[in-house]
């Protein structure tokens, strides 16, 4: 079975992040014709000679009218070594909340920078959220080498200042490369290029075909958010009552003694369906319908998991948030809490710590929390959530925040403790906020 690899990519506006997925689709063969066609239209009527390659993947027309992404962008393609998922994330700073949409199940990221401009705020922002996720492989595209001659001492030293960056927010120095890169004229992205022989490393391609690839988890333990329950009344299945999901984490096998929450019920697995047949066991990315041996009181929403091995159902937690508002964030907002497929309401209580992206600080004792900030919150929720720390759990210790009044995504929340307690007294900066040092601020993970 052909190995996959779930990426996306982020940097600020106009560093050429579309043009290079376009350029990777269009090298890789992976464009069919008449979209083709239809981009070479496009391109002359906007007045150029050349294919304009975003085109391929800003399907958006206010995206096409603008020449910038605004929406996550999902293309699926090919090669003979291996089969990729790519998340085009936008660049602006009005949607990073796409990011963290676009990066939340990414198993590697391309950031892109213009190599005539260099390591940005954004750019410092975008890694941060990489990070927060536990994005645990990068990759820097430093683009445009072509309209800076191709020098060699401009690529490392973006290079050498991003790797400094990417070592204060806890990546290894062996899960970041630098690659020089021209996605308009496709230098190092499929091919090798001439202009560049100081670069001795793998075009883009290259290192997205061998780089090792994580896994789903299937040696953490069984997690399965229920979905729909399916009940029959058939002359074949009279008495059916099924729970259809999918696996979050782990593996379940028949004859595994599980338990529903929160209700803290347990019984066992007593057959695994799917529409081809039944299985003896199920691993992490399938989906599947559970039969259970005892007629016990399951809802969408509930969470079937390990008797020997299950989360606490908290109604109280710590979490790190990526705020996504306009609206600010203040101790006491009312908010409704999604985790999996249950929403309960929920109160936000203590916010102690905010993460300065840009000076790699934790500030404490925040006011709020402003549009694309990251900081650490406590959540009440009306009911116990089964919950998981997100460094063990990506899929169950992961929830959203939405506005009550009008449905609305407020903000991404991870379970546990990225961002530990500021240092009172030590490492302070001009304006007396204390330090935390960066890299126990936020951690990419395995």
């Not at 090919?78 to 998340?87: C, D, E, G, K, Q």
């Not at 993460?355 to 900081?375: C, H, K, M, T």
Request: aromatic share 6%; glycine share 8%; charged share 20%.
């Amino acid at each position: 079975m052909m190995d996959l690899l779930r990426l996306a990519t982020a940097g600020s506006v106009d560093d050429g992040k579309s043009t290079l997925v376009g350029r990777l689709l269009y090298d890789t063969k992976s464009v069919l014709a008449d979209t083709l066609d239809a981009v070479h239209r496009a391109s002359v009527d906007k007045g150029l000679t050349t294919p304009d390659l975003s085109l391929l993947v800003d399907g958006l027309r206010s995206e096409r009218e603008q020449g910038i992404t605004i929406d996550v962008a999902y293309r699926y393609f090919a090669t003979p070594n291996r089969s990729f998922v790519l998340a085009d994330t936008p660049g602006h700073v009005q949607y990073t909340r796409n990011t963290v949409t676009g990066a939340s199940t990414a198993q590697l990221a391309v950031l892109l920078v213009d190599a005539r401009k260099g390591v940005l705020e954004q750019t410092r922002r975008h890694a941060a959220v990489l990070a927060l996720l536990g994005v645990p492989r990068l990759v820097l595209a430093v683009n445009k080498v072509d309209l800076v001659g191709y020098d060699e001492a401009v690529f490392e030293a973006i290079a050498a200042e991003f790797a400094e960056h990417a070592t204060a927010l806890g990546y290894p120095l062996g899960s970041v490369l630098s690659i020089p890169v021209s996605a308009l004229v496709g230098d190092n992205v499929v091919d090798r290029s001439a202009h560049t022989p100081w670069y001795a490393g793998p075009t883009l391609l290259e290192h997205l075909e061998t780089v090792p690839v994580e896994p789903d988890p299937h040696d953490v333990p069984f997690r399965f958010p229920v979905q729909y329950v399916i009940r029959t009344n058939t002359p074949e299945f009279p008495d059916y009552r099924g729970y259809a999901g999918q696996v979050a984490a782990g593996t379940v096998r028949v004859g595994d003694e599980v338990v529903a929450l929160p209700a803290g019920l347990r019984t066992t697995v007593a057959r695994i369906d799917t529409p081809g047949g039944s299985l003896p066991e199920a691993e992490a990315g399938r989906s599947v319908t559970l039969v259970l041996a005892d007629e016990i009181d399951i809802s969408r929403g509930d969470l079937i998991a390990p008797a020997a091995d299950a989360p606490v159902s908290a109604d109280e937690f710590g979490a790190t948030v990526a705020w996504l508002s306009d609206k600010p964030l203040r101790p006491g907002a009312r908010v409704l809490v999604k985790h999996g497929a249950r929403t309960v309401p929920a109160l936000v209580g203590e916010l102690s710590a905010r993460f300065d992206e840009q000076r790699l600080l934790s500030v404490p004792d925040p006011q709020s929390l402003a549009l694309n900030e990251i900081g650490r919150v406590t959540i009440r929720t009306a009911e116990p959530l089964p919950v998981d720390d997100y460094a063990l759990n990506r899929r169950t210790g992961a929830f959203l925040v939405i506005d009550p009044a009008d449905g609305s995504t407020l903000a991404a929340g991870l379970v546990g403790a990225p961002l530990p307690e500021p240092e009172t007294g030590s490492g302070c900066t001009g304006g007396g906020e204390a330090a935390t040092p960066a890299a126990d601020l936020v951690s990419p993970g395995p």
